[in-house]
């Protein structure tokens, strides 16, 4: 490797004709080296943060909603965020059919929100979607909005019976999560 | 500080220009660790340890402040919630191995550190506070390991923290009160566990205010080296970077590849096991000891197992074991030899050697149990170390005659100082 330098008088090393010196690729190799670990190194010190495993294993919930009558609801946690699940009437169902979708401001139909043959059952988060309180509606004796569904009182965002935006700041209908049937009674959400 | 030669930092766009004249930051970098610091040419890797002990405490503070994302400092759920930095964390395992064997190698290399200083004598003035500043950050470190040690709340954290607090209650009179109060109850508990964690926390960042103190001081006088013959011209340095952040950078390659052997393969190697086994007060492990970088500290403690005159075992231990620490504050007035490195001095040299096995056979000794021979080799191994200090350093000064010095740097390293005043009144190497 020794031709590869040539020497000053003064024991420095003479540039290349090409202009690189082995020392230059020493010092980017080097640097580069170093630049690689210490990004992953990053990795663990990053996701560390994101959800642990015993969170996680809490991603899914069972609820037996077989005491929930017509025009009743019942709260439930999932993932640590209030869960709507409201089995509606008769009445109910029609009003929210009724509406003209395309004048809603998150376009959706009842059915589009619910499971087939189980339109009767709406499974929404009891998170509103405008900063994320908790709307009221889903326990006896509370307000339920303009709409007849949940009404947050924190910026007064109204949800019909579909869970759908209707008036007030919130930008989208309430989150449907994924869910099914385990069996006529029981639900698991997640 | 600086040499004269050194040179200035000098802000080349206008950016840089602008921010000088506002917070020359960029200044104080390169005159500190940058191509503003003239640095001995002599320097070999055993002056590479005050950079890894700086590198060790940046792991333990960012591997620190990330468990205390996930734990929890409450005796009711302490030893479950490190469980689950091992067990649902993310990575939780490699940070919190990381962070316990990283206490480890903080010790190793602040060990070789302190020896270095002490075959060196890098202790010797100008560099006394240097050497003091040390001392203080060493102290600290042991009180943030052992509150450290406790937070687990396994079984040895609990035994430890009641035995290291019982250390207190042999003080005479005011002693139990003062252990009592150390744990804020009358046996480690939740009042203990959360005063540790808060000044575990705390400490750490007085160690690394101190380190600023201790790197400021040494920046007075700039660093020893191996000849011990101070910087007499430009030809005797050359500037911190490129050449000591290149040679610093390749030591913690080095070091790094030992940490994580150790990190990945044998995490458990340094530990105990029954720190895995919740917090028990009704029963203590068979076998207690601290963590290894205590053991020479504890063979002191444990050598004293009989009264002298009124004063009882157990304090004399406890006394022993702090004054083998608070003695190394007076050893730039212990040791009087004008001659710095241990290279040069013959005598001193075997002494030296004696003593790191002497230190040696005590960290071993404090990892034994407390039975015939070890608390009879530890009593020797105890006093063997004070006379160390307080007799065989202050003698060897008197009498040693040191081997002839270089006149320069320079000429340790290339045989011939061209640039100084060689063949002036100073001592030459007999050729």
């Given at each position: 490797m020794a031709e590869q330098v040539t020497m000053?008088?003064?024991g420095t090393a003479a540039i290349e004709s090409d202009g690189v010196r082995r020392r230059d690729f020493i010092n980017i190799a080097a640097v580069s080296f170093a630049g690689v670990g210490g990004a992953t190194v990053l990795i663990p010190l990053i996701t560390q943060m994101a959800p642990s495993k015993d969170v996680l294993a809490q991603a899914?919930?069972?609820v037996d909603v077989s005491a929930v009558e017509p025009g009743q609801a019942i709260k439930t946690v999932w993932r640590k965020q209030p869960m709507f699940i409201r089995n509606l009437t008769p009445a109910e169902i029609d009003a929210a059919n009724k509406v003209d979708v395309g004048s809603l401001r998150d376009p959706q139909t009842l059915a589009e929100r619910t499971l087939e043959g189980k339109t009767n059952w709406l499974v929404t988060l009891g998170v509103c979607t405008h900063l994320g309180c908790v709307p009221l509606g889903a326990a006896?004796?509370?307000?339920?909005?303009?709409?007849?569904?949940?009404?947050?009182?924190?910026?007064?965002?109204?949800?019909?019976?579909?869970?759908?935006?209707?008036?007030?700041?919130?930008?989208?209908?309430?989150?449907?999560?994924?869910?099914?049937?385990?069996?006529?009674?029981?639900i698991k959400i997640g | 500080m600086s040499f004269s030669w050194a040179k200035h930092y000098e802000p080349k766009s206008d950016l840089t220009k602008w921010l000088d004249q506002r917070l020359p930051l960029p200044r104080l970098v390169y005159g500190a660790i940058g191509g503003g610091y003239p640095v001995p040419r002599n320097l070999n890797y055993f002056w590479n340890f005050g950079v890894l002990a700086g590198v060790a405490l940046v792991m333990q503070i960012v591997t620190g402040i990330i468990m205390a994302m996930h734990y929890a400092p409450n005796a009711l759920v302490a030893f479950d919630s490190t469980e689950h930095i091992m067990r649902d964390v993310n990575w939780g395992w490699m940070l919190r191995y990381a962070h316990a064997n990283g206490a480890s190698f903080f010790f190793i290399v602040v060990y070789i550190h302190i020896?270095?200083?002490?075959?060196?004598?890098?202790?010797?003035?100008p560099r006394e506070m240097i050497w003091l500043l040390g001392l203080v950050i060493f102290l600290l470190m042991m009180a943030t390991a052992f509150m450290g040690y406790v937070l687990p709340w396994g079984q040895m954290s609990f035994w430890g923290a009641k035995v290291i607090t019982g250390l207190f209650g042999a003080i005479p009179l005011v002693g139990e009160p003062i252990q009592t109060w150390l744990l804020g109850g009358f046996a480690p508990d939740n009042a203990a566990l959360n005063r540790f964690f808060s000044l575990h926390y705390l400490l750490p960042f007085?160690?690394?205010?101190?380190?600023?103190?201790?790197?400021?001081?040494?920046?007075?006088?700039?660093?020893?080296?191996?000849?011990?013959?101070?910087?007499k011209s430009e030809s005797d340095t050359v500037p911190f970077?490129?050449?000591?952040?290149?040679?610093?950078?390749?030591?913690?390659?080095?070091?790094l590849i030992l940490f994580c052997s150790v990190l990945f393969f044998a995490p458990n190697f340094l530990g105990h096991a029954d720190n895995y086994i919740p917090a028990n007060p009704l029963s203590t492990p068979a076998h207690i000891v601290p963590e290894w970088y205590f053991w020479p500290f504890y063979a002191i403690l444990r050598a004293f197992t009989f009264d002298f005159f009124i004063v009882p075992a157990k304090l004399l231990g406890v006394l022993a074991m702090f004054a083998s620490i608070l003695l190394l504050f007076f050893l730039p007035w212990l040791d009087r030899s004008p001659v710095r490195s241990g290279n040069y001095r013959p005598l001193f040299k075997i002494f030296f050697g004696i003593l790191v096995a002497d230190v040696l056979l005590l960290g071993y000794l404090g990892g034994a149990p407390a039975e015939e021979p070890y608390v009879m080799l530890s009593q020797l191994g105890s006093a063997y170390y004070f006379a160390h200090f307080l007799i065989i350093l202050p003698i060897i000064s008197k009498i040693e005659k040191p081997k002839p010095l270089p006149y320069s740097i320079t000429e340790s390293v290339l045989g011939k100082d061209s640039s100084g005043m060689a063949g002036g009144p100073v001592l030459q190497p007999a050729e």
């Open positions: 000053n008088q003064d899914s919930t069972e006896q004796g509370e307000v339920k909005g303009e709409f007849g569904g949940y009404f947050c009182p924190c910026h007064g965002s109204h949800y019909d019976t579909a869970a759908r935006i209707r008036k007030g700041p919130a930008p989208t209908n309430l989150v449907v999560p994924e869910y099914e049937f385990l069996s006529d009674t029981v | 020896f270095r200083g002490l075959y060196f004598s890098s202790y010797k003035a007085v160690t690394a205010g101190v380190i600023i103190l201790h790197i400021w001081a040494l920046h007075i006088p700039g660093s020893s080296n191996p000849t011990g013959v101070e910087v970077h490129p050449y000591y952040t290149a040679k610093d950078g390749f030591g913690l390659g080095v070091f």
